[in-house]
């Protein structure tokens, strides 16, 4: 499925990529109340100047699937983006995420590659897991009310980001690691805690709490 310069809106259903599908979008959107945008089975999503946005609903991503997006939003409120199974996740230039009210999820060795990106999570979490990866380059993390967890040989990886925490923190367990290269990171009314043999590293870095 192809879209250019057009939209598709949806009430109460799910838009659903499925077994090996593709779809790509260009200066287009997709918009869906009460209910989810589900991609699935090894599915290809390209995004170029474009959005997807779930009210009141979720993304998920799994089973190897691929989120690519240039100059593009990936917008939830009210709900979750969960990607799981090997999913992963590129995003070149310019592109956001945000999440209102839920959480982001890495888990299951799936895999974020960030470019000159922001990831926002309003009222929830960004929970890496399960040999999940998040690796970024100038890219800028802001969580509020919320965490970032890192559990089950985790990694969180940056170089020249910043990630801001507010009534938060960061929390490492199970073997996960965060490591930071020219960047900052900035916890208030939270604290970063590690446990169970989990590393913190940095270089050229500030950690502020």
């Given amino acids: ?34 209910s989810n945008i589900a991609c699935t089975d090894s599915s290809l999503v390209n995004l170029f100047n474009s959005s997807i946005e779930a009210n009141t ?20 409120r009210q709900g979750s983006m969960r990607f799981t199974d090997q999913a992963v996740v590129i995003s070149d ?9 839920g959480s982001i999820t890495a888990s299951q060795n799936s895999s974020f590659s960030l470019n ?40 969180f990886e940056i170089t020249d980001s910043s990630v801001f925490i507010s009534e938060g923190g960061i929390h490492l367990t199970e073997n996960s690691s965060f490591q930071e290269t ?14 169970h043999n989990t590393s913190l590293s940095t270089a050229d870095s500030v950690i502020s709490i």
């Avoid at 960047?183 to 939270?190: A, M, N």
């Fill in 182 to 195: 020219g960047s900052e990171t900035d916890i208030t009314g939270g604290s970063l805690t590690l446990a």
């Fill in 116 to 155: 000159r990106t922001e990831i926002s999570v309003d009222d929830g979490s960004i929970d890496v897991s399960d040999f999940g990866l998040i690796k970024a380059n100038n890219a800028t993390f802001y969580v509020s009310g919320g965490d970032l967890n890192l559990s089950q040989k985790a990694l």
């Fill in 57 to 76: 609903g979720s993304m998920f991503f799994n089973r190897s699937t691929v989120l690519y997006l240039d100059f593009s939003d990936a917008v939830v």
């Fill in 93 to 101: 230039a310019d592109s956001v995420f945000y999440v209102d009210g």
């Fill in 1 to 34: 499925m192809i879209m250019e310069h057009s939209g598709c809106d949806g009430q109460n259903g799910t838009f659903s990529v499925n077994n090996n599908a593709l779809l790509i979008l260009q200066e287009s959107y997709i918009w869906v109340n009460g």
